[in-house]
């Protein structure tokens, strides 16, 4: 029975009982006062009729009670999970120059093309919609409960667009968000250590370096600000164009950041001493430094990637897109280098995933990512030998190619789109951070989803693996960043 026709029936057997009681007593109460003495008619028979519809009220309550709670397995109607969203890193190599020679645009208080790259991810959902089954439903957090966190960090007042782990001790995290303001706070007790203030605009990057000695903040504005990470102290600030990336080089204190007009600056910290990789007028969108430390791989909105000598500044190779691809070269979302120090991948908005090598520039291999690819890694730590590229786009899908055998390997469907993939610190397992506030564990060898964890209502903006504690920390459109302790154990398996 559907729930109204139950309370039709409800209403049809609590007036039946009401009438017969109410004949019954009434009757009850005439033959008593006919041959009883002194019992008042009128106030009996009120007194009754008040008691009886008190019990048939609660008689019916319960009733309807026992039919709701024997639906309560039924799930509540599945929303749309795109309802919601908007259309709208040697010393050697460091010959510097004088940071004062460097010529910046003073005037440049347009954002406007930092404001469409944060959009990135929304127009993104929509060209991936567009390839998706009409009749597909998603997955959504709007009406589901939240797993619960070791730490809710709620000072943001709002987005949280990124975060950050201290390598050294993993005691400390950083997260930057919309409100202009960026928190160093202890993961184990939230306690706030630093706030990171001076900004102008949202900050969208924060990153410690790789000794854990200095910790970067950038806003939208341009303004990089470096911190001390043991005194916590402002230790540089600097002011270049809208900052598109934002990496510390793997064995140096050196900073690069990538900006809207393709220029690259990179500083040596504390010296601030800098060298700059001119740009061409088209927005680079993203930047790798390869293992050698020697070299830079810098995506373009154009779809191309050019490897840069960091000695000399020279371009070693410039790569388009094949044309012999499945979809036409869009701007590049992201790059990872392997290893080997000799091979590269990229997927860039329209679904192509390419594989070159860097030494040489040449394109090893293409493979179809569907629709934009928010996120592309190399499975680097394997003991196996294992040639393994992973991918995520915002239809929710994971593609899992051999570019050995230059095929799939899995595909993993989420239906929630997807915001970021990283790995564990033993790759042995695959955390996917979805639009719809879900992260995704996921086998990347047996192409199996082994935990799914509900973390946020809203989408998740970015996602960092604590290694110290086997846990991550989120952060989200939700106005704060959550830490979750990771509870089961996926190894790799073939």
């Known amino acids: ?157 709002d987005s949280v667009f990124v975060c950050d782990i201290e390598k050294t001790s993993g005691n400390l995290a950083v997260t930057g968000g919309q409100d202009d303001v960026a928190y160093v706070w202890n993961i184990m007790s939230g306690e706030i250590c630093l706030v990171c203030d001076g900004h102008k605009d949202s900050v969208t990057h924060t990153m410690f370096s790789n000794d854990s000695k200095y910790l970067a903040t950038a806003d939208m504005s341009g303004n990089i600000i470096v911190w001390s990470a043991s005194s916590l102290t402002k230790v540089v600030e600097v002011q270049v164009e809208d900052i598109l990336w934002l990496k510390w080089h793997t064995k140096a204190n050196v900073l690069f950041a990538g900006v809207v007009d393709g220029c690259v600056y990179f500083w040596e910290i504390p010296s601030q001493k800098c060298k700059v990789i001119p740009g061409s007028g088209v927005d680079t969108g993203v930047g790798v430094i390869m293992p050698d430390g020697l070299r830079l791989a810098v995506g373009y909105n154009d779809g191309s990637v050019k490897l840069v000598n960091l000695k000399d500044l020279s371009v070693l190779h410039s790569v388009r897109t094949p044309k012999e691809c499945l979809h036409e070269e869009g701007p590049v979302l992201c790059i990872d280098s392997h290893p080997n120090n000799n091979l590269v991948v990229y997927g860039d908005a329209n679904g192509n995933v390419v594989l070159l090598q860097s030494q040489g520039g040449k394109v090893v291999s293409t493979f179809d990512g569907i629709c934009s690819v928010e996120s592309v890694l190399f499975l680097k730590k394997s003991s196996q030998d294992l040639n393994i590229i992973v991918g995520g786009n915002t239809a929710g899908e994971v593609y899992v190619w051999d570019y050995g055998r230059l095929m799939l390997r899995h595909k993993v469907s989420t239906d929630s789109g997807l915001s970021k993939l990283i790995f564990t610190e033993d790759e042995s397992r695959l955390l996917a951070a979805s639009l719809q506030g879900f992260v995704f564990v996921i086998n990347v060898l047996s192409g199996t989803v082994v935990q799914t964890f509900t973390c946020h209502q809203e989408s998740i903006l970015d996602i960092c693996f604590i290694p110290m504690i086997s846990a991550f920390i989120t952060t989200s459109d939700d106005h704060c960043a959550r830490v979750f302790e990771l509870t089961r154990d996926a190894e790799i398996t073939q």
């Open 1 to 157: 029975l559907s729930r109204r026709p139950c309370e039709v029936q409800i209403q049809t057997v609590t007036s039946f009982v009401y009438i017969f009681w109410h004949v019954f007593l009434n009757l009850v109460i005439i033959v008593f006062c006919r041959f009883g003495s002194g019992v008042n008619y009128a106030e009996i028979s009120s007194l009754v009729r008040l008691l009886i519809a008190a019990v048939i009220r609660v008689y019916a309550d319960n009733l309807m009670l026992d039919l709701n709670m024997s639906n309560y397995d039924t799930p509540p109607p599945t929303p749309n999970p795109f309802e919601n969203e908007s259309e709208d890193d040697m010393d050697e190599i460091i010959e510097v120059i004088d940071a004062d020679d460097i010529q910046f645009d003073e005037d440049g208080d347009d954002d406007s093309g930092l404001d469409d790259h944060f959009q990135s991810l929304s127009d993104a959902v929509s060209r991936g919609m567009g390839d998706m089954d009409e009749e597909m439903e998603g997955t959504s957090t709007q009406h589901a409960t939240l797993d619960v966190p070791l730490i809710e960090f709620k000072k943001h007042k």
